[in-house]
């Protein structure tokens, strides 16, 4: 068939025959099928991992280019069987413009392989969730991330951005036998007697993200200032006694966490049980929850060395390894999915990037065609010298002229 397509071609579009279009162009088709394809069905979506560096893609990007380059190649040699430039053969002004754009074309074709291969890549990640269910997913890992206490560092007390907790009323305590580490205390000198101000040990009312360390809330950005709020409502609904608020974004954690087939040893219930312990709600061995699958043997991860980094001067039982929830790899694949969403300004960069390419290679191309070698070769010389020159000028300008070097590079 393609063979009858190529006679007709010659005896009625000898151009479009010559250039090799037709068969180029259903080469291209498929090879850009297959590599989506490929990038597809390579790409891993499962949340079993915690970090998604798409390792598959080097290796698949060296192939596309390298089948690329052959193609390119194996074009060539087709193309410069017939030349009609150096047969003199009559050309109208509409043919050479035509014959540039078939050559632009295929070359752009060759040339974007590897978007495709991308594109097949975040298309998969696509596929997981849509971007209303990937946003709902989200807002669901920012609020339980203020209760899932896996350190001390993000919930200790720091006395430029807290204040301490206030010491109920009705609370029966002996100052005397409170804990330095975990209460501030005021020496009344006039009547010699210790106050307790308040509790200022690891709790979940002091947790702050890593981003408010550096910037008070003014100077945030709007998706930090986001997160905060967030976090700020969840500290809410633990002052506020709202059990049914946390109960239900515990309850939608684990149905994200059944959605994609991953494990804990540990319910909304019992997760609400362990870390709801008002007025203080402390973080200590007893309070702390992993946010991944951690191996049960390693001492490292156990309550003990949890509270010994506390220094909270309390014992407990060596044996028992810490609850998990598999909340870093819910973030780190729900990220990867907004990011795949997100990713339309890098490929329209990348596949504008590809088409200069192919503009450059086509005229390449085109001008070694009609030209003879000495001709092309001496013109592609000049060239580069002519660039050179340029460059010592512009470089010349903006020493004595103080030009930037923006204008420079243009």
């Given at each position: 068939?393609?063979?009858?397509?190529?006679?007709?071609?010659?005896?009625?579009?000898p151009?479009?025959?010559?250039v090799?279009?037709?068969?180029?162009?259903?080469?291209?088709?498929?090879?850009?099928?297959?590599?989506?394809?490929i990038?597809?069905?390579?790409?891993?979506?499962?949340?079993?991992?915690?970090?998604?560096?798409?390792?598959?893609?080097?290796?698949?990007?060296?192939?596309?280019?390298?089948?690329?380059?052959?193609?390119?190649?194996?074009?060539?040699?087709?193309?410069?069987?017939?030349?009609?430039?150096?047969?003199?053969?009559?050309?109208?002004?509409?043919?050479?413009?035509?014959?540039?754009?078939?050559?632009?074309?295929?070359?752009?074709?060759?040339?974007?392989?590897?978007?495709?291969?991308?594109?097949?890549?975040?298309?998969?990640?696509?596929?997981?969730?849509?971007?209303?269910?990937?946003?709902?997913?989200?807002?669901?890992?920012?609020?339980?991330?203020?209760?899932?206490?896996?350190?001390?560092?993000?919930?200790?007390y720091?006395?430029?951005?807290?204040?301490?907790?206030?010491?109920?009323?009705?609370?029966?305590?002996?100052a005397?036998?409170?804990?330095?580490?975990?209460?501030?205390?005021?020496?009344?000198?006039?009547?010699?007697?210790?106050?307790?101000?308040?509790?200022?040990?690891?709790?979940?009312?002091?947790?702050r993200?890593?981003?408010?360390?550096?910037?008070?809330?003014?100077?945030m950005?709007?998706?930090?200032?986001?997160?905060?709020?967030?976090?700020?409502?969840?500290?809410?609904?633990?002052?506020?006694?709202?059990?049914?608020?946390l109960?239900?974004?515990?309850?939608?954690?684990?149905?994200?966490?059944?959605?994609?087939h991953?494990?804990?040893?540990?319910?909304?219930?019992?997760?609400?049980?362990?870390?709801?312990?008002?007025?203080?709600?402390?973080?200590?061995?007893s309070?702390?929850?992993?946010d991944?699958?951690?191996?049960?043997?390693?001492f490292?991860?156990?309550?003990?060395?949890?509270?010994?980094?506390?220094?909270?001067?309390?014992?407990?039982?060596?044996?028992?390894?810490?609850?998990?929830?598999?909340y870093?790899?819910?973030?780190?694949?729900?990220?990867?999915?907004?990011?795949?969403?997100?990713?339309?300004?890098?490929?329209?960069?990348?596949?504008?990037?590809?088409?200069?390419i192919?503009?450059?290679m086509?005229?390449?191309?085109?001008?070694?065609?009609?030209?003879?070698?000495?001709?092309?070769?001496?013109?592609?010389?000049?060239?580069?010298?002519?660039?050179?020159?340029?460059?010592?000028?512009a470089?010349?300008?903006?020493?004595?002229?103080?030009?930037?070097?923006?204008?420079?590079?243009?």
């Amino acid at each position: 068939m393609l063979k009858n397509i190529q006679k007709y071609l010659l005896i009625h579009y000898p151009l479009i025959w010559n250039v090799r279009f037709v068969p180029m162009a259903i080469i291209l088709i498929l090879l850009h099928l297959i590599f989506f394809g490929i990038g597809y069905l390579v790409t891993d979506t499962s949340f079993s991992e915690i970090y998604h560096y798409g390792d598959e893609l080097p290796l698949l990007y060296f192939i596309a280019v390298l089948v690329g380059v052959l193609l390119f190649i194996a074009w060539l040699v087709f193309y410069n069987r017939n030349n009609g430039f150096k047969s003199f053969y009559p050309r109208k002004t509409s043919q050479l413009y035509l014959e540039w754009v078939m050559i632009f074309v295929i070359v752009s074709g060759i040339s974007l392989v590897p978007v495709t291969l991308t594109a097949g890549y975040l298309t998969r990640w696509k596929s997981v969730a849509s971007m209303d269910e990937a946003k709902i997913a989200w807002d669901v890992l920012e609020k339980v991330n203020v209760l899932i206490p896996n350190s001390l560092d993000s919930y200790a007390y720091d006395t430029l951005y807290h204040k301490p907790i206030p010491i109920p009323e009705n609370m029966v305590y002996l100052a005397d036998t409170l804990s330095p580490n975990l209460y501030s205390f005021n020496y009344d000198w006039a009547d010699k007697n210790i106050r307790v101000v308040g509790y200022v040990g690891a709790s979940l009312l002091f947790y702050r993200g890593y981003y408010y360390y550096s910037d008070s809330y003014e100077y945030m950005d709007d998706d930090d200032k986001r997160k905060f709020q967030k976090e700020n409502l969840v500290r809410q609904w633990l002052q506020n006694d709202m059990r049914d608020s946390l109960f239900t974004v515990m309850t939608e954690f684990e149905k994200l966490q059944k959605k994609h087939h991953l494990r804990s040893n540990i319910t909304p219930e019992k997760w609400l049980q362990r870390i709801y312990n008002p007025p203080f709600f402390p973080v200590k061995g007893s309070t702390a929850i992993q946010d991944r699958e951690i191996d049960e043997s390693n001492f490292y991860e156990t309550e003990a060395r949890f509270d010994s980094s506390l220094d909270a001067g309390y014992e407990v039982d060596t044996s028992k390894a810490l609850p998990y929830l598999p909340y870093e790899n819910l973030r780190s694949g729900y990220d990867q999915v907004l990011d795949s969403y997100d990713s339309g300004e890098e490929i329209r960069i990348i596949t504008l990037i590809c088409l200069c390419i192919s503009i450059f290679m086509s005229c390449l191309v085109y001008s070694f065609r009609f030209s003879k070698g000495k001709s092309w070769l001496i013109a592609f010389i000049g060239t580069g010298v002519l660039i050179f020159i340029t460059t010592l000028l512009a470089v010349a300008f903006m020493k004595f002229i103080n030009w930037d070097e923006e204008v420079v590079v243009l």
